[in-house]
């Protein structure tokens, strides 16, 4: 059953070593719940210690199957939120890896006791949107005063907006938060990143979150450590890899200067509801004989090299590539003027899994459900996913996009190849990673509030520097060099220990995520 069904992806045997060791060690353990016991590794390891055990698991042939016994051990079959939710029983130790299983892969008869787990602490239901957020619930309840929890947990609860909450409540909760990520996947047969999180109450202490990566599961070498004192709550934990110091660096620079929101009116591109079918490319739009009812678009940000200034020699490339770059038009079009291709097109309008494109639920609230409605396109375009660098380009070939981007319409006042050249700099390209998420595959990510918030050293920059910086991105010129190279112009007045000091933060983070991208 190591699957993703049930949510089990069994703890690699030294790291449950490690994490019950320092555990046990770490405070005072007498009672000790495992409430998933899985294969029992963590009871084998928790067995060569003086404690009682409980442990609870929800598939009898998993306890049936479990060898080991002993006085110290009870073993009970049970689903552990109802159990939880029953016993008043209380340890000082909840240890473990709990299921990593979504909302909407359990059956909705399971969906009561995890609403009712986070209704015992008066937190949104909104909340519950996977399994192991109600474990986290649960492991409080079943908590004596002074007691400890630590788990395995996936490396998006330090991140996600849903886990806010969640993350807040534990501040409130617990003074010792400490966080333990990983140079190296843990499970690798998996892209879930994960990390250790151990939370407890120690007398006398000012609260605190402590961040530590270690190299590897046979090492456990500590390559980067720091600790949050000053600026709790934290949004994200995530953001806790740096230590109030240059927490308080990054965002001191950061209020000095305009944000992305202030320059003008930011919007997400084209929602069409199935890219595939009506963004098409020049050979589809020729057969199609629909070339009057076209937009150029961008659809996604593989088609679109380094760049800073995409301009119609570049869309034109695009075209000639064969790729799609024309969006369906079709709204006030009548239907009689339409081509008889493209009313054969519309009919059979099938998806790969021969469900019919127009029952999507974008295209079903439509009025006709092939009029896809236009969102203006952007003096710059912003593309929201990236790996190393992000995109940000002035949109001289005036092209529509679809959703993978932010389009910014500019206020007067402010040039579009001023900033676009001003974005790329050490201040701005940190806080894109103090601001946004990373998820499997190590892609990082900006939602629109997090886009919006990025502080920009915007200042009218002269055109043949714009036009330099167009050139050594299209060269592929080094990253630093780049930066280096906008830093020297947007920054020529603030200490190089203080830019040396940005990088460092952008190297931190990007230390952290690249692994996925090697």
Known sequence: MNNKATGSFYTPPLLVKYMVNYAIKKKLVQKVLEPSIGDGRFIDELLNYDVDITGIELYPEKIENYKLKSEKL?????????????????FDLVIGNPPYIAKKSLPKKDWDNQYKIVDVWGLPETLFQNIWVSFVLASIKSLNKNGAIFFVLPFEFLQVQYAEKLRNFLEEKFNFIEITTFEERVFPEIEQDVCLVYLSNIKGITPVIKYKTVNNLSEMKISNQSEICRHKPLKKWSNSILNDQETSLLINFANRYIKIDDLGFISPGIVTGANDFFVVNKEKAN??????YLLPIISKGSFISNLLIFNDTDMNQIEELNKPSRLLNLSFIDENKFSKPLKLYLENNLDKNNLPIEKRYKCSK??????????????????????????????????????????VRLKEEFDPLSTAFCFYNSLTLALCEYNGRFYGGGVNELVPSEFKSLSIPYQKIPKDKVIALDKMLREGRSIETIIDFVDNVVFSLIKQQDINSLKKIRNKYLKRRLKYLK
Do not use: M, Q
């Open 366 to 407: 439509r009025g006709r459900w092939y009029d896809v409605p236009i969102i203006p396109k952007g003096d710059l375009i912003f593309f929201k996913r990236f790996d190393v660098l992000p995109k940000f380009l002035v949109n001289k070939a005036g092209v529509h996009t679809t959703d993978i981007t932010y389009n």
């Open 287 to 292: 057969n199609l004989s629909c070339c009057n």
């Open 74 to 90: 009870k073993l009970k079959c049970s689903d552990f939120i109802s159990y939880a939710l029953k016993n008043n029983e209380k």
